[in-house]
Nanobody, 117 residues
Framework: QVQLRESGGGLVQAGGSLTLSCEAS????????MGWYRQAPGKQRDLVAV???????NYADSVQGRFTISRDNAYNSVYLQMNSLKPEDTAVYYC???????????WGQGTQVTVAS
């Protein structure tokens, strides 16, 4: 089992910045993807950014150039640096870890990000 603990959400003005952190604990699979998804009220959960354990990164078009994902494999953590935040970035942000061999995914409890205009 894997547990994910997120932190760093909050309220920020448009144009501001926030950094989200997610620490994984438990039986961490060696081949994995860690990343962030978000869900706004009444909408589906969408990919924001993911990073493979080998270093490859993928971003949603809507955050490309504004958000940066990074990992610290020594601490089983993933981070999301969010700059130039917009009101449409307001959502609950979820951390995900996907075991590529077992095809299993784990989710954090979510952290609220609110961007005021």
């Amino acid at each position: 089992q894997v547990q994910l603990r997120e932190s760093g959400g909050g309220l920020v003005q448009a144009g501001g910045s926030l950094t989200l952190s997610c620490e994984a604990s438990g039986s961490i699979p060696s081949m994995n993807v860690m990343g962030w998804y978000r869900q706004a009220p009444g909408k589906q959960r969408d990919l924001v950014a993911v990073m493979f354990s080998g270093g490859v990164k993928n971003y949603a078009d809507s955050v490309q150039g504004r958000f940066t994902i990074s990992r610290d494999n020594a601490y089983n953590s993933v981070y999301l640096q969010m700059n130039s935040l917009k009101p449409e970035d307001t959502a609950v942000y979820y951390c995900e870890l996907r075991d590529l061999r077992a095809r299993t995914e784990y989710w954090g409890q979510g952290t609220q990000v609110t961007v005021a205009s």
